[in-house]
T-cell receptor, first 114, second 113 residues
Framework: AQSVTQPDIHITVSEGASLELRCNYSYGATPYLFWYVQSPGQGLQLLLKYFSGDTLVQGIKGFEAEFKRSQSSFNLRKPSVHWSDAAEYFCAVGAKGSQGNLIFGKGTKLSVKP | EADIYQTPRYLVIGTGKKITLECSQTMGHDKMYWYQQDPGMELHLIHYSYGVNSTEKGDLSSESTVSRIRTEHFPLTLESARPSHTSQYLC????????????FGPGTRLTVL
C-alpha cells in the first residue's frame, strides 16, 4: 500500500537559516509527489509538485524539492527561512490508479526563531 | 488563488443534531474531495466525487454522507452528530487531468459537545 512518512514532527530553525524537511514514500511505481503548506486555521496551499522529468522541482515562496528514486525521498528545502514560513508542511503522494487521490504524511510543524 | 469555499468556518453543536457542511467551487472542477484532519495527524480522505451523481467513500470510514447534484457543490452531512465527530473537515477540488493541482478550501472546524 502507498504511504508517506515525514520523520520530523516539529522543527525549529532560526530566521535566515537553511531548511530541509524530509519526506519518504512507499509506492510501487513512479510516484506523483506534492508538498503543501498549511497556516493556522487555513486550508492547504500547494508549494510544488513532481510528476516526471527534472528531479529538482522549483516551487513558490523560494522552496524547492528533489526527487530521489533510490532513496524513495522527496525532501523540501529552502536556503533562507523567513518568519512567515512558520506553518505546517505536508508531503503527499498520488495514489496508484486513483485518478489523482492523494495520500498525506502526518506533517511537519515548522517554527522560526527570530 | 483557488476559488473554493467552505461554510461555516467554525461550528459548535450539541450531540444528536443534524449538520451540513457546505463546499463550493467556481473552477468547474470535476473532482471534489472531503478530508478529515485531527491535530498532529495526516489528512484522511473520507469522501470523493469524480462528477455529478458520482460519490465514493474514501480510505477512512465515516458516518457522514455526501451528495453531488451540481458540479460546483459538494455538501457533507452528519445525520446525528457525536463528540467523536469533532475534527477539522477540509474540502478540495481538482481538474480532469492527473497532473492538475488539488486545491483546498479553508476548512470547517467542527466541535460536538
Amino acid at each position: 500500500a502507498q504511504s508517506v512518512t515525514q520523520p520530523d514532527i516539529h522543527i525549529t530553525v532560526s530566521e535566515g537559516a537553511s531548511l530541509e524537511l524530509r519526506c519518504n514514500y512507499s509506492y510501487g511505481a513512479t510516484p506523483y509527489l506534492f508538498w503543501y503548506v498549511q497556516s493556522p486555521g487555513q486550508g492547504l496551499q500547494l508549494l510544488l509538485k513532481y510528476f516526471s522529468g527534472d528531479t529538482l522541482v522549483q516551487g513558490i515562496k523560494g522552496f524547492e524539492a528533489e526527487f530521489k528514486r533510490s532513496q524513495s525521498s522527496f525532501n523540501l528545502r529552502k536556503p533562507s527561512v523567513h518568519w512567515s514560513d512558520a506553518a505546517e508542511y505536508f508531503c503527499a503522494v498520488g495514489a496508484k490508479g486513483s485518478q489523482g487521490n492523494l495520500i498525506f504524511g502526518k506533517g511537519t510543524k515548522l517554527s522560526v526563531k527570530p | 488563488e483557488a476559488d473554493i469555499y467552505q461554510t461555516p468556518r467554525y461550528l459548535v453543536i450539541g450531540t444528536g443534531k443534524k449538520i451540513t457542511l457546505e463546499c463550493s467551487q467556481t473552477m468547474g472542477h470535476d473532482k471534489m474531495y472531503w478530508y478529515q484532519q485531527d491535530p498532529g495527524m495526516e489528512l484522511h480522505l473520507i469522501h470523493y466525487s469524480y462528477g455529478v451523481n458520482s460519490t465514493e467513500k474514501g480510505d477512512l470510514s465515516s458516518e457522514s454522507t455526501v451528495s453531488r447534484i451540481r458540479t460546483e457543490h459538494f455538501p457533507l452531512t452528519l445525520e446525528s452528530a457525536r463528540p467523536s465527530h469533532t475534527s477539522q473537515y477540509l474540502c478540495a477540488s481538482k481538474g480532469t487531468y492527473l497532473t492538475d493541482t488539488q486545491y483546498f478550501g479553508p476548512g470547517t472546524r467542527l466541535t460536538v459537545l
